[in-house]
Every structure is written in structure tokens, then in C-alpha cells.
């Protein structure tokens, strides 16, 4: 089992819609965890930061973190055609070392 | 810099060759890392650089792979030898420091390696 699961998608949806990606994760020592956007040929940007459970907002993004449920998701509201691009989810832990662990993207496209 | 800052953005080479990748950290950023990137895949960890020091090599697919760094800034990824299957995006990124919320990481554009 990996350590985080992101399905791949692709996953297709009208603009204006409200997109949900998800990750989930096994190792319980999780404590940071971030999304990234990547457009094609380009790197990774960070979009989201939250520390430990709970939600967090930004403008139309609000990442929410369920530690009891290890599972962490990002909403994107009133979806754009700009906002098609692959989302990661990653994060780490105080023990391990601190690696950052990454999923393998879902990669998004919004219909105009 | 204001970003990271990677060259060669593309390289092509022959099998059997030597290729140098070139990454340029934020400045002020002391830990760096390499991580690689198949088509359609997530982030392969290859290393991590603390200043000038490796502690975490795990991620290097063989010893053909070999990285430096140097005045605690530019790294350089190198790769002997060169197979097809070392194909990939090779991405730099850095942090302010390794360890808690310093551990965010900030990536350059990647260069897209090509062996034929």
C-alpha cells in the first residue's frame, strides 16, 4: 500500500462547478500537508498549507484535513477553464525525517 | 533569486553519455531537493541537501546518479551513463530549512531530459 492514494483522474467538469480532490494516506504521523498545481511543462506551485486537522480558505480554494479519517481534500469553487492543470497533494511528518511525501496527481480540466 | 531556477530547461543526449543538470535554489533556502518525474507519474524523491550536505541519498536509482552542492547554493545533478529509462523531468525545489513548517517547498520549472 502506498503511503498516499490520489486517483488520477482525469476529471471533467463545466466552469463554474465546485471540484472536490482528494487524498487519503496511512501513516497517522502526517502532520503537514499541502496542495500543489502544475501546469503542463511547468513545476509544481504550492496553492494550500494547513498544519494538523481542520480547515483552511483562500479565496476559492479551502483545503480540509480529517486526521481521524486520514483523509485530506481540496475544493475549488466556481472552477475556471485556468484552473485545469494536475493537483498533488503531499505531506510529512515530525518522525521519518520530515520527507515529504507526494501523490501522483489528479489532473483537472474545466469546460468552459 | 526570486524562484528556483533550473538549466538546462530541455536536453537531449545518446544512451552511453553523461548529462549535468544545474539547479539554483532560492536564495536563503538551505535545504534542496531533486526529485524525478515520469510521464503521468507523481514525484520520485531522489535526494536532499542540507547546506552542502547529503543526509538522505535513498532515492538515487543507482550509482550512475550522483548529486553536489556547493557553497550551500547551486547543486548539480549528474547522471552517467545514460539509459533510455533515465528519460524524465528532473525537478529541483527548495525550502527555508528541513524540518516543520520551514519544510515547505518551493520548485523550479524542471528540465526535461531525453536519452535516445
Known amino acids: 500500500q502506498k503511503e498516499v492514494e490520489q486517483d488520477p483522474g482525469p476529471l471533467s467538469v463545466p466552469e463554474g462547478a465546485i471540484v472536490s480532490l482528494n487524498c487519503t494516506y496511512s501513516?497517522?504521523?502526517?502532520?503537514?500537508f499541502m496542495w500543489y498545481r502544475q501546469y503542463s511543462r511547468k513545476g509544481p506551485e504550492l496553492l494550500m498549507y494547513?498544519?494538523?486537522?481542520g480547515n483552511k480558505e483562500d479565496g476559492r480554494f479551502t483545503a480540509q484535513v480529517d486526521k481521524s479519517s486520514k483523509y485530506i481534500s481540496l475544493f475549488i469553487r466556481d472552477s475556471q477553464p485556468s484552473d485545469s492543470a494536475t493537483y498533488l497533494c503531499a505531506m510529512s511528518a515530525s518522525t521519518g525525517g520530515f520527507k515529504t511525501i507526494f501523490g501522483a496527481g489528479t489532473r483537472l480540466f474545466v469546460k468552459a | 533569486g526570486a524562484g528556483v531556477s533550473q538549466s538546462p530547461s530541455n536536453k537531449v543526449t545518446e544512451k552511453g553519455k553523461d548529462v549535468e543538470l544545474r539547479c539554483d535554489p532560492i536564495s536563503g533556502h538551505t535545504a534542496l531537493y531533486w526529485y524525478r518525474q515520469s510521464l503521468g507519474q507523481g514525484l520520485e524523491f531522489l535526494i536532499y541537501?542540507?547546506?552542502?550536505?547529503?543526509?538522505?541519498k535513498s532515492g538515487l536509482p543507482s550509482d550512475r546518479f550522483s548529486a553536489e552542492r556547493t557553497g550551500g547554493s547551486v547543486s548539480t545533478l549528474t547522471i552517467q551513463r545514460t539509459q533510455q529509462e533515465d528519460s524524465a523531468v528532473y525537478l529541483c525545489?527548495?525550502?527555508?530549512?528541513?524540518?516543520?513548517?520551514?519544510?515547505?517547498?518551493?520548485f523550479g520549472a524542471g528540465t526535461r531530459l531525453s536519452v535516445l
Open positions: 541537501f542540507q547546506g552542502n550536505s547529503a543526509p538522505d
Open positions: 525545489a527548495s525550502s527555508l530549512e528541513w524540518g516543520g513548517s520551514q519544510n515547505i517547498q518551493y
Open positions: 494547513t498544519y494538523s486537522s
Open positions: 501513516n497517522s504521523a502526517f502532520q503537514y
